[in-house]
């Protein structure tokens, strides 16, 4: 069992910038995947950045060069830096484990039925 909690959420203005973090807790987390994910209303949860428990990370189309994922596994934090963010980009951001599954390293695709586990999310708002 993994339980995740995401922070850092807000509204913002666009072109500006917000660090969203999550931290984690559970047993056996060594080999753990972590991603991010966020929606819209409406919409399906979208895939936007993964990393898996060795550091290889992915990234969605959509935030690949704006977004980065990063994790400090002593301190059980995953963190996503957004710069540059757009309106498009207003949506609930979830922090999202797996023990098990994670995309391949440098895959666009990052579905989210693979994880298990998943926060409560946040939200980012961002207005023009």
């Known amino acids: 069992q993994v339980h995740l909690q995401e922070s850092g959420g807000a509204s913002v203005q666009a072109g500006g910038s917000l660090r969203l973090s999550c931290s984690y807790s559970?047993?056996?987390?060594?080999?753990?995947?972590l991603a991010w994910l966020r929606q819209t209303p409406g919409e399906e949860r979208e895939g936007i950045a993964a990393?898996?428990?060795?550091?290889?990370?992915n990234y969605a189309n959509s935030v690949r060069g704006r977004f980065t994922i990063s994790k400090d596994s002593a301190k059980k934090t995953l963190y996503l830096q957004m710069h540059d963010l757009e309106p498009e980009d207003t949506a609930v951001y979830y922090c999202?484990?797996?023990?098990?599954?994670?995309?391949?390293?440098?895959?666009?695709?990052?579905?989210?039925?693979?994880?298990?586990?998943w926060g409560q999310g946040t939200q980012v708002t961002v207005s023009s």
């Open positions: 999202a484990a797996d023990l098990f599954l994670c995309p391949q390293p440098g895959d666009f695709f990052i579905p989210s039925a693979i994880f298990e586990f």
């Open positions: 559970g047993t056996n987390t060594k080999n753990i995947c």
């Open positions: 990393i898996s428990s060795a550091g290889g990370t």
